[in-house]
């Protein structure tokens, strides 16, 4: 079985502790149930680019597997850091 861009997006997103709403609240990305369903197959780059610095991985692994994948410990020190800077806070899927 092929792993795609969602599954990687979800297994990332699923280490964050981050349900869809809250990560399209701290990414300002929309519509990631799209990829994590595979309704949509590959994000634009500037797309990938803040997925992947808001989750704390590579672009090249979110996207094709490249690399190595994040520790939960990378995926969780890249959402804090994302949340304090932008004061984002997310409460049932809004941010405030």
């Known amino acids: 079985m092929e792993i ?3 599954d990687r ?3 990332a997103r699923g280490m964050a502790g981050l349900n869809v709403r809250e990560l399209e609240g701290l990414s300002g990305v ?4 799209s990829f994590e369903s595979g309704a949509r197959e590959r994000p634009s780059v500037s797309t990938l680019e803040r997925l992947a610095e808001v989750l704390g991985c590579r672009a090249g692994w979110l ?7 994040p520790t939960i ?6 959402v804090a850091s994302v949340r304090e800077k932008t004061g984002v806070l997310v409460v ?5």
Not at 73 to 78: D, F, G, S, T
Not at 92 to 96: I, K, L
């Open 4 to 6: 795609k861009f969602g």
């Open 9 to 11: 997006l979800r297994a």
């Open 30 to 33: 929309t519509a990631l149930g």
């Open 63 to 69: 996207l094709d597997g490249s690399g190595d994948p």
């Open 73 to 78: 410990e990378e995926v969780r020190a890249a």
């Open 92 to 96: 049932e899927g809004r941010p405030e």
